[in-house]
Nanobody, 119 residues
C-alpha cells in the first residue's frame, strides 16, 4: 500500500504565504518524480509544479515567480512554498507521486488539501 499525506493548506490573505508538504509512505522502491496539481470548482485539474528525484523542476506559468517546489528524497517528501498568493490560487491542491511499485512505475495521489486565498 502506498499513501500520500498532505499538510499545510489553509486560509490566507492575498499576498500571504503557505507551505504545503506531502510525505509518501508504503511500498515505494524508487521515486521518479513528485508534484502538485490543483483544481478549483468548475475547472480542470492542472499541474502546478513537479520535481524529479534528481531535482529537475517545472512550473505552471502562473506560479513560476511565486512558488518553489523542492524534494527530500530521504524523507520521500515534496514541498511547495507558495508566496504572494492570489485569490485565483484558491483550489484543492493534490500531491502526486510517480514511483516504482514492484515491477512498474505507477502514479499515486493524495486526497487533497484546501488552499483558500481571501481578497
Amino acid at each position: 500500500q502506498v499513501q500520500l499525506v498532505e499538510s499545510g493548506g489553509g486560509l490566507v490573505q492575498a499576498g500571504g504565504s503557505l507551505r504545503l508538504s506531502c510525505a509518501a509512505s508504503g511500498s515505494i522502491f524508487s521515486i521518479n518524480k513528485m508534484g502538485w496539481y490543483r483544481q478549483a470548482p468548475g475547472n480542470q485539474r492542472e499541474l502546478v509544479a513537479a520535481i524529479t528525484s534528481g531535482g529537475n523542476t517545472n512550473y505552471a506559468d502562473s506560479v513560476k515567480v511565486r512558488f518553489t517546489i523542492s524534494i527530500d528524497n530521504a524523507k520521500k517528501t515534496v514541498y511547495l512554498q507558495m508566496n504572494s498568493l492570489k485569490p485565483e490560487d484558491t483550489a484543492v491542491y493534490y500531491c502526486t507521486c510517480n514511483a516504482m511499485y514492484r515491477v512498474a512505475y505507477l502514479d499515486y495521489w493524495g486526497q487533497g488539501t484546501q488552499v483558500t486565498v481571501s481578497s
